[in-house]
């Protein structure tokens, strides 16, 4: 099982702040087209936007990382501040 959460706007957006995927292991190009498999036109909307960022076990991660069971995946629009 991969635990994925999503922050700020993104979660507002999906109206989803966690959810589960079970898969041994996979991508995060992968994990990504399983979670829009499963949540439709509106989540492919939000996780294909260009702004999107997605943290790996609370690390920056890229589209080729390879996530594995037990992993915590997040995706979150870049931050702002003042």
Request: hydrophobic share 40%; net charge negative.
């Amino acid at each position: 099982m991969i635990k994925v959460l999503f922050f700020a706007k993104l979660r507002e957006a999906l109206d989803c702040d966690q959810c589960s995927i079970a898969l041994e292991s996979a991508s995060v190009a992968e994990l990504r087209t399983k979670l829009i498999e499963q949540g439709g036109e509106r989540w492919a909307r939000e996780l294909t936007a260009k702004n999107v960022l997605c943290a790996v076990n609370q690390r920056l991660a890229k589209d080729d990382q390879q996530v594995t069971s037990g992993d915590e995946v997040a995706f979150y629009p870049p931050v702002t501040g003042g």
